[in-house]
């Protein structure tokens, strides 16, 4: 194993939105056998699931409107209407029942690559060294504490909402419906938005924050705190990644309607399209959860907040729950980004 060193902690705080993006694949590529491994084991089972989830989602969902549109020109009294309105019914229930295990299966698969990755990657910055065996082990215990988080912003989401759904009814209730107040309302609907955006920007980093400090609504609380000073830079990362999953599901369920004469060319093409949007999904995905950590360690500098690498060490270790020798030790809390390389 060598030692890359990168640049000074305290130079962190002045990475945009191309250096973090920069360190990002210095990290990945420094290490690329972890990651590697961590991509085939657990990404891309999770991307695999995603666009699994969207095609036979969408061949369900085709088969219900088919049957219903038959059921609409069906006198109800034929024996046809009873036939249709069974098979709607059971593909309706096959339909909901296959996207709550596939959603479900989805998260959990989510949550165990954010916590192999935040993990790893603040293993690589504190200098311990790491296998794929101890990567695993660890997973399902970080995967505790990221899961309390994502459950804790599930509640605050889930409270925005209802916040927002009553000052709706309240709004229809007083101010009623018309050119004048839809305007206003408009108006009042952008900050709303921002603010959900926002919600979902804070619990990006909690996850970090859940790996390396707090779990909970603590990290939801320290993140706050932490994004504010790189607010613009989470922002377009945040776009651009959600862009980009929104231009992959595009691809795939336009690409599955479309129909092509040739057989072969048909099969090769639908294909070469899947493995693509797959290739794309994996690849984004590992970026992103690299770039999450990244960006907290980031914050944590602009914020002027120590980091301290043998503390840091510690609390990665205590996973393990033993002692790991670290390239760390002896080194100053606020000396350089150490990157290690795995052969």
């Given amino acids: 194993m060598k030692m890359i060193t990168y ?9 945009g939105f191309f250096g973090i ?11 690329k056998k972890i990651f590697s491994l961590i991509t085939l084991t657990l990404i891309l089972p999770s991307s695999t699931a995603l666009i699994s989830q969207i095609n036979i989602s969408q061949l369900l969902y085709s088969d219900i409107l088919k049957y219903k549109n038959k059921l609409n020109h069906t006198e109800k009294n034929s024996p046809n209407y009873a036939k249709f309105l069974s098979i709607t019914s059971s593909e309706s229930t096959a339909f909901t029942i296959f996207s709550a295990l596939n959603i479900a299966f989805f998260l959990i698969l989510d949550i165990l690559v954010t916590s192999a990755v935040i993990y790893t990657t603040a293993c690589i910055y504190s200098a311990i060294e790491i296998t794929f065996k101890k990567i695993i082990s660890v ?4 995967w505790k504490r990221l899961a309390i988080t994502y459950i804790c912003s599930l509640c605050i989401a889930f409270s925005y909402l209802i916040v927002g759904g009553a000052l709706l009814l309240l709004w229809v209730f007083f101010v009623g419906v018309g050119k004048v107040s839809g305007v206003i309302f408009l108006l009042l609907l952008i900050p709303y938005v921002i603010g959900f955006l926002y919600l979902i920007l804070v619990y990006q980093l909690a996850c970090v924050v859940s790996v390396l400090e707090d779990y909970g609504f603590k990290a939801m609380i320290k993140s706050n ?21 929104l231009g992959t599901e595009e691809v795939l369920e336009n690409f ?19 493995m ?3 290739f794309s999904q994996f690849l984004l995905g590992l970026f992103g959860y690299v ?21 840091l060490a510690e609390r990665l270790d205590g996973f393990l729950g033993g002692h790991v020798p670290t390239k760390a030790e002896g080194v100053p809390n606020r000396g350089r980004f150490i990157c290690c390389i795995v052969k």
């Fill in 225 to 245: 705190e932490l994004i504010k000073g790189k607010i613009i830079v989470s922002i377009c990362f945040c776009f651009l990644k959600e862009l980009c999953m």
């Fill in 7 to 15: 640049r000074n902690q305290e130079d962190l705080q002045f990475l």
């Fill in 291 to 311: 770039f999450q950590t990244v960006i907290y360690f980031v914050c944590k500098s602009y914020h002027h907040e120590n980091i301290d690498r043998n503390s």
């Fill in 21 to 31: 993006c920069k360190e990002s694949f210095k990290i990945i590529i420094s290490c």
């Fill in 256 to 274: 599955a309607a479309s129909d092509i004469n040739n057989k072969l060319l048909s099969i090769v093409l639908r294909t070469g399209v899947r």
């Fill in 139 to 142: 997973s399902p215990k970080v």
């Fill in 276 to 278: 693509l949007c797959l």
